[in-house]
């Protein structure tokens, strides 16, 4: 008996051991506009491992890519320990289990900018008119994309023709040359061009964002979370300057509020829907109070689970990719089951802001001429968060 309580005990302490020294694996992934294979840049993240591998107490392994979309497949797999990224892969990451700890105090705006030569003056002249990005999985891409998703446009729809080329330099030789007539850029790099080229100037400029952040897998205690972020908060001042010659510099602790606009835009549901009102869950409350059905689009499991006490059940059979151009031909809604009066109210709801079905129900409705249709794009949660009753089952 003793014999085998000493075994128990030997194979526990074997495996804390090698738990204690696992070997963490970390991404650097850097935007397109860095350079992945120069000397100093390898370097500096070498030491940055070694470094958040001394604040730990167990080794980190280093892995440098330059492949956003190779890395969100990996991302999805939960393939990374620990995460340093451009903020649209922080914000992807987050949507897999990963938590940020620490984001870099250098900040980006991406804006727009128009040669003189295209008479463009403003965001509205440069519809249907040609633009260039660089490569579609950069920060600067993800951010226009994402931004106009939000207020219910897509790149391929708004412009004319669209450019993508990989390198952030070659963007601006498509305007030089005429390629292009507008051009999506860093500020910076803007800033440097608009001096060269008088009489060109910034038409749309959107929030700022975290140039880059750390996240960590979920799977990671809550302990050695915390670490990680204290390591790269608390970076020696030689580490922080080689990382400022690089275009990165210094880190702050944060947290997902600090990543939130990144990772919900091009994610979530546009915020604006023309020919629809967006209502809140007080202003649902009250028109139910006066008879305005309200009509669950989810499907049937989510239904079930919990929905919206007197809240109807149609839902909306979504094929259509989740994004503002679709077809909703290729979707399925039973108009039967909804009022044959094109001027009475409705209002629909689902899963929230990243919910799609209620978004594109509501849309249905609007293009088919019913003019009093009601968008609760918060749906259920907010519903929740209100303290409103729901209910289960049907």
């Not at 650097?28 to 370097?43: F, G, I, M, N, P």
């Not at 030089?176 to 400029?205: N, T």
Request: glycine letters at 8%.
């Amino acid at each position: 008996m003793v014999k085998r309580w000493l075994l128990l005990v030997g194979v526990a302490l074997i495996g804390l051991s090698q738990s204690a020294w696992a070997v963490l694996v970390m991404n650097v992934t850097l935007d397109y506009d860095q350079d992945r294979d120069h000397v100093a840049t390898q370097s500096v993240f070498n030491d940055l491992a070694a470094r958040i591998g001394k604040a730990l107490g167990q080794p980190v392994r280093l892995v440098m890519t330059q492949n956003a979309e190779r890395v969100g497949e990996q991302v999805r797999q939960g393939s990374f320990d620990i995460l340093l990224a451009p903020s649209q892969i922080v914000g992807l990451a987050m949507r897999h289990g990963y938590a940020p700890v620490a984001r870099s105090e250098a900040e980006v705006r991406v804006v727009l900018v128009a040669d003189k030569a295209s008479g463009i003056r403003s965001f509205e002249q440069a519809k249907g008119r040609n633009v260039v990005l660089p490569h579609p999985e950069s920060l600067v891409s993800y951010t226009v994309k994402g931004e106009l998703n939000a207020q219910g446009l897509s790149v391929g729809r708004y412009f004319g023709q669209v450019t993508n080329v990989n390198r952030y330099g070659a963007v601006e030789y498509a305007l030089e040359i005429g390629q292009a007539e507008v051009a999506a850029m860093k500020e910076d790099s803007a800033k440097d061009w608009l001096v060269k080229h008088p009489g060109a100037l910034v038409i749309k400029a959107y929030e700022p964002v975290p140039l880059a952040g750390v996240v960590v897998s979920g799977k990671l205690d809550e302990a050695l979370r915390d670490k990680v972020g204290q390591g790269f908060v608390k970076l020696e001042p030689d580490i922080t300057k080689r990382l400022a010659k690089i275009g990165m510099g210094a880190f702050d602790p944060a947290s997902s509020a600090d990543f939130e606009r990144v990772s919900t835009r091009g994610f979530y549901t546009p915020e604006v829907l023309p020919g629809a009102a967006i209502v809140s869950a007080e202003q649902v409350k009250k028109l139910m109070a006066q008879g305005v059905p309200l009509f669950d689009v989810r499907p049937d499991s989510h239904y079930r689970e919990g929905h919206i006490k007197g809240a109807k059940h149609v839902p909306y059979q979504l094929n259509s990719p989740k994004e503002p151009d679709y077809d909703d031909s290729v979707d399925k809604f039973d108009l039967a089951k909804l009022p044959q009066d094109k001027n009475a109210p409705m209002i629909f709801q689902c899963n929230g802001a990243e919910c799609w079905y209620s978004y594109k129900a509501a849309r249905y409705m609007v293009k088919r001429g019913y003019t009093k249709v009601y968008w609760y794009r918060t749906g259920l949660p907010a519903w929740k968060a209100a303290g409103y009753p729901i209910e289960k089952g049907g």
